[in-house]
């Protein structure tokens, strides 16, 4: 197997999961619509910004200090856990 076949073979693994667990997800959903929030951590290093993070994940700087509960302009500090979200799923249980 080469390394394009096993890098293929990874990323349709990692599918599979994320189907099994949007499906799972569904199915345990109540009546009202839920919402489930995939997130990654991050470790803040010295000369780390909410500026600088965002842009390394993609997402702007108001959605991810909402997303920490951060209101005011907030100094990072190194070592800091920054919760990033990566994957957002809705789902409303399938009536019968």
Do not use: H
Not at 18 to 32: G, L, M, P, W, Y
Not at 53 to 81: C, H, M, P
């Amino acid at each position: 197997m080469n390394t394009a076949e096993f890098i293929t073979l990874v990323v349709c693994i990692a599918i599979v999961a994320v189907a099994q667990i949007v499906t799972r997800f569904k199915e345990r959903c109540s009546d009202r619509q839920r919402e489930i929030v995939i997130v990654q951590v991050y470790v803040v290093r010295k000369g780390d910004s909410w500026t600088k993070i965002s842009t390394l994940f993609g997402t702007d700087v108001e959605t991810l200090k909402r997303f920490n509960g951060i209101e005011e302009a907030e100094k990072l500090y190194e070592g800091q856990i920054v919760k990033v979200p990566q994957l957002r799923l809705k789902a409303e249980k399938e009536r019968s």
